[in-house]
Each structure stands twice: as structure tokens, then as C-alpha cells.
């Protein structure tokens, strides 16, 4: 199987590309012409044969190039958050007309790929720690740019008339960037539930999907187990590996009613674990 993978040299993208050659298939990157990403093109293609093309998701002549001779999309491609919301016209326009974009020139080929769409569980809106864990029939809600937008593009995807799978991913950990704090930390109260999820363990799961080949489902892609956190926990978790303590709970946001919690719950992920098989790594190995 030959399988474009756009965003292929971000966090998830980097393993999903490692466990999509190991399980035999032909990867093709679409990613944009960074530093950062053509060292770590020059990495991984050390190790499989990969093939890329630099350019922008909003580009119909670059997409429709890299959707040549494609059967399967996995698109990762977009700006999150805090870029996305301090940016947001640009947002708009990578998240929103990018994936739209794609979803045109994927219409256009001969024989119509396949089209997996990675989404996020923030789009579920605000969950207080009385909320029951997440499912895919769980009603969307924006609460920000990046939220919106990502319920735009699942929409746009099931309409799309191409074979499709989504997948709302949980707070995927980038082991580079744990230490960079930023001051809507203070925002998220402590009793807040979060579910982290391994980089590895994610690439694992949509390399999964594709694989088997299965159709126009939305599946929960969470840590499960001790990745199940309080934000109180992981501040715990993570402060003293870099001589911090925990600042004063007054620091942090105290909600007032249902809608004032942040926008991050715990996910049900039995039958996407029951299919996939993803959870493999621990948080407290990790």
C-alpha cells in the first residue's frame, strides 16, 4: 500500500511514519521545507526508503502531486494550539482550506484514497471532574480557533464522499518540549482531567488503521491506564524532574460552574484499544 503521510515530520508524524515502513508500506511526506524537517528527513530516510515533497497543504498543484498513485491519506498536517490561537487567520487557513484542499484534490484522482483525519478530544468542550470519560457520540463544542476548526474539517471529511476514518487523539506527549511552560498553564484548575498519550503508542495506532482498512468509524486514541491524570498529578509528575515545585494553588484558575472547567477530559478507548492494540507504554515508564 502507498500512503501519503502530510505533517510527516512532527511529533506523531515521525512515528507513524516509522511503524507505517515497518509494517511494509510506501510512504510518501508531504511536509513543509523547515530546518527541522529536513534533518529529520535526512535521519529517517537513513533508515527507510521513504519519498517527499516539500510544499504547502494549501497548494492544489503541490497536493495534487504528492496524491498521485496514492490508497491511503493520513493527515496530520496543522497548527494547535498556542500557535493557533495567536495566529488565527493563518490557522484558519492551514487547518481549515488545507484540509479542504485535500480533500478536493483527493477527488480528483483516478482511483480515490482513502482518507484518515487526525482530531483532537478538545473538541468535546469544557468537562468537570464529574464528567463520564469521553465516547465518539459525544456532542462537539468550540471553545477556541483550533476546536472550531477541527470540528469543521471532521465534518468536512464524513461529507467528503471518499472512504474515511477520524480519530481524536488525547494531549500527545512531546518528550522536547515538556519543560517549555507557558502561562495558559495557570489557566487549567488542578482538579482538572487530562489523558496523555505516547507519541509512539499513537504513530502505533494510526499506522494500525490504515493497515487494516477499516471505514468511516471515529475512534478514541487516549493512554488509557496511569496516562489518566489530574492536572494536579501531572505537574507533580513532571515539576521536580526540573527542580520545580508546584506553585501555590491559588495561582490557578478555580472554576465557578460547569463551563468554566478547561476542555480536556478522560477518553473510553475499550474498543479502539480492543481493535488497534495501541496502549504499550506506560506513563510511569515513560
Known amino acids: 500500500m502507498k500512503t501519503l503521510l502530510t505533517g510527516a515530520f512532527g511529533n506523531i508524524g515521525a512515528t507513524t511514519l516509522r511503524f507505517l515502513c515497518e509494517k511494509g508500506h510506501l510512504v510518501r511526506c508531504l511536509d513543509l521545507p523547515t530546518r527541522h524537517n529536513r534533518r529529520k528527513y535526512r535521519n529517517l530516510s537513513r533508515r527507510y526508503p521513504l519519498e517527499v515533497i516539500w510544499g504547502d497543504i494549501c497548494d492544489p498543484s503541490i497536493v495534487g502531486m504528492a496524491l498521485q498513485g496514492i490508497d491511503a491519506v493520513i493527515h496530520l498536517a496543522g497548527?494547535?494550539?498556542?500557535?493557533?490561537?495567536?495566529?488565527?487567520?493563518?490557522?484558519?487557513?492551514?487547518?481549515?482550506e488545507g484540509t479542504r484542499n485535500l480533500l478536493q484534490e483527493a477527488k480528483k484522482q483516478e482511483v480515490l484514497p482513502s482518507i484518515l483525519y487526525a482530531s483532537s478530544y478538545t473538541t468535546c468542550g469544557p468537562s468537570s471532574p464529574n464528567s463520564t470519560p469521553q465516547t465518539p457520540t459525544d456532542p462537539q463544542l468550540a471553545t477556541n480557533h483550533y476546536t472550531r476548526h477541527k470540528i469543521q474539517c471532521e465534518k468536512m471529511v464524513r461529507e467528503s464522499g471518499l472512504r474515511w476514518n477520524i480519530v481524536r487523539l488525547s494531549l500527545v506527549m512531546d518528550p522536547a518540549k515538556i519543560a517549555q511552560l507557558d502561562t495558559e498553564m495557570f489557566e487549567i484548575p488542578l482538579d482538572q482531567r487530562i489523558?496523555?498519550?505516547h507519541p509512539n503508542d499513537a504513530g502505533r495506532a494510526l499506522a494500525a488503521i490504515v493497515d487494516s482498512g477499516m471505514q468511516e468509524q471515529i475512534l478514541m486514541l487516549g493512554g488509557g491506564g496511569d496516562w489518566q491524570l489530574?492536572?494536579?498529578?501531572?505537574?507533580?509528575?513532571?515539576?521536580?524532574?526540573?527542580?520545580?515545585?508546584?506553585?501555590?494553588?491559588?495561582?490557578f484558575r478555580t472554576p465557578a460552574k460547569e463551563e468554566d472547567w478547561y476542555y480536556t477530559n478522560w477518553m473510553d478507548t475499550t474498543e479502539?484499544?480492543?481493535l488497534l492494540q495501541f496502549q504499550t507504554i506506560s506513563f510511569t515508564s515513560f
Open 79 to 96: 497548527m494547535i494550539p498556542p500557535a493557533s490561537e495567536r495566529n488565527p487567520v493563518l490557522a484558519q487557513r492551514v487547518n481549515v
Open 272 to 274: 479502539s484499544q480492543r
Open 195 to 197: 489523558e496523555l498519550l
Open 230 to 251: 489530574t492536572y494536579r498529578e501531572m505537574l507533580n509528575a513532571f515539576m521536580p524532574l526540573f527542580g520545580l515545585q508546584l506553585p501555590p494553588e491559588a495561582a
